[in-house]
């Protein structure tokens, strides 16, 4: 079964506004976590990772920050764009070679 | 700079029909190659994965098989399609274990 899930399904926004996404993991042993972007008809997109040595990390308007004590993930977007509209996946390497993902989160942002 | 293909991005198939998909990576050398299924509304579920030529390992049982008869090219197939073999099938390919992986547009497979 799927270890890494999604507080919300779907997150509504406002053009402008920061972004939210949440991700709860289980195994305690998950050393790299990694976000997606899925637009309807293709392949997710890799946006930001982290590893379990670090508890935040920054990219270009979005952060990811992980909170090993009680397991939880987040990715924020920050002014949040309709080009931002989309699914958000967390996905988690547990011990192997193989990602497990969360079940995504879809982003709605509106003008 | 690296580039995933896959193809076809759509097929419909009939029941019982054979399945060969096929992806393949350019501008890297001994990618760690991935086929995953998803289903509508659901995330990625992987079903093969491949450190090397000629080795594939299997994470679910199921009527699919995969192949890499090269180093960048990854294959997909069945001989006898099942109505539950529908779903969106992607490939991705990273570097190694807790890299990124890149992922191609997908087969979007219908099976009548």
């Known amino acids: 079964g799927e270890s890494v899930g999604l507080h919300l399904p779907t997150l509504s926004v406002q053009e402008g506004d920061n972004s939210i996404i949440n991700c709860a993991y289980s195994?305690?042993?998950?050393?790299?976590f990694i976000w997606y972007k899925q637009e309807s008809g293709k392949g997710p997109q890799f946006i930001i990772d982290?590893?379990?040595?670090?508890d935040k990390r920054q990219g270009q308007r979005v952060t990811v920050l992980l909170n090993k004590t009680v397991k939880h993930l987040s990715l924020q977007i920050a002014a949040t764009q309709p080009g931002d509209s989309a699914v958000y996946f967390c996905?988690?390497?547990?011990?192997?070679?193989?990602?497990?993902f969360g079940k995504g989160t879809t982003l709605s942002v509106s003008s | 700079s690296q580039t995933i293909h896959q193809w076809p991005a759509t097929l419909v198939q009939p029941v019982g029909s054979p399945l060969s998909l096929e992806c393949t990576v350019e501008?890297?050398?001994?990618?760690?190659l991935y086929w995953y299924r998803q289903a509508a509304g659901r995330g990625l579920q992987l079903l093969f994965y491949?450190?090397?030529?000629?080795?594939i390992s299997s994470e679910v049982p199921q009527n699919l098989s995969a192949s890499r008869p090269q180093d960048r090219q990854f294959i997909l197939s069945s001989k006898k399609l099942l109505l539950s073999d529908s779903g969106f099938y992607l490939c991705?390919?990273?570097?190694?274990?807790?890299?990124?992986?890149?992922f191609g547009d997908g087969t979007r497979l219908s099976i009548l």
């Open positions: 991705a390919w990273s570097l190694g274990r807790n890299q990124p992986q890149h």
């Open positions: 996905a988690e390497n547990q011990a192997g070679t193989a990602l497990i």
């Open positions: 491949s450190v090397g030529i000629g080795q």
């Open positions: 982290i590893r379990s040595n670090m």
């Open positions: 195994n305690s042993a998950s050393d790299y």
């Open positions: 501008g890297t050398s001994n990618p760690n």
